[in-house]
DNA sequence: GAATTGTCACCAG
DNA sequence: CTGGTGACAATTC
């Protein structure tokens, strides 16, 4: 029997994004790139399976969602089913214990995950289909700059800036 | 900020 | 194993 993967669009201050589910969970987030493009990509990702629009039945979801893109410390509990290399399902789940309003550079992921390298860990990140429910945004360079985001470095810049503003720690920032 | 170089584990064949 | 590849890191201008 053919695999079904239920996808639907939703509007957030970040702009749209789509949720894409199959029975298991989600297997798909992405940020707004051109609706045919990213259906596209979807079949593409998920040769063989049947690709349907489901608006009205994941309009739950695209809720959780949207609130976690606005309240970043909001925990949707969603299952995700995360397809990838026993490599990369690592370090996406790695990514997922992240605290929010925290950032580590790509070499200190790595040195957490093993010995592995920097430039190692950022094929697994941006491999990554899942956006925002795997922080992947929380991963800057040493530098403390960022360079890079699979779905546009201004959008992760933005969701940093949310998670910092909703971090619970009592300083007060003299920064304007 | 943009360009350059060193480096290495992972992935596909 | 061989070959290709990077959302790096550190340096330079």
Request: proline content about 5%; aromatic content about 6%; hydrophobic content about 40%.
């Amino acid at each position: 029997m053919r695999e079904v993967i239920r996808f639907a669009w939703g509007n957030s201050s970040l702009g749209e994004f789509m949720v894409a589910m199959s029975d298991k969970g989600l297997v798909a987030l992405e940020l707004g790139s051109g609706r045919d493009l990213v259906e596209e990509a979807l079949r593409i990702r998920f040769p063989g399976a049947e690709v349907v629009s489901r608006q009205l039945e994941l309009i739950d979801i695209l809720d959780k969602i949207t609130r976690v893109i606005e309240e970043p410390r909001f925990n949707p509990e969603l299952p995700l089913d995360m397809r990838g290399t026993a490599y990369e399902i690592e370090v996406w789940s790695m990514l997922r214990v992240l605290p929010v309003g925290e950032t580590i550079s790509y070499g200190a992921f790595a040195a957490k995950l093993g010995t592995r390298d920097a430039r190692d860990v950022t094929k697994a990140i941006a491999s990554n289909p899942i956006a925002v429910l795997v922080p992947c945004h929380r991963v800057i360079k040493k530098d403390g700059s960022i360079s890079g985001y699979r779905w546009g470095v201004k959008r992760k810049r933005e969701l940093l800036a949310r998670e910092q503003r909703a971090k619970p720690l009592p300083t007060s920032e003299g920064d304007g």
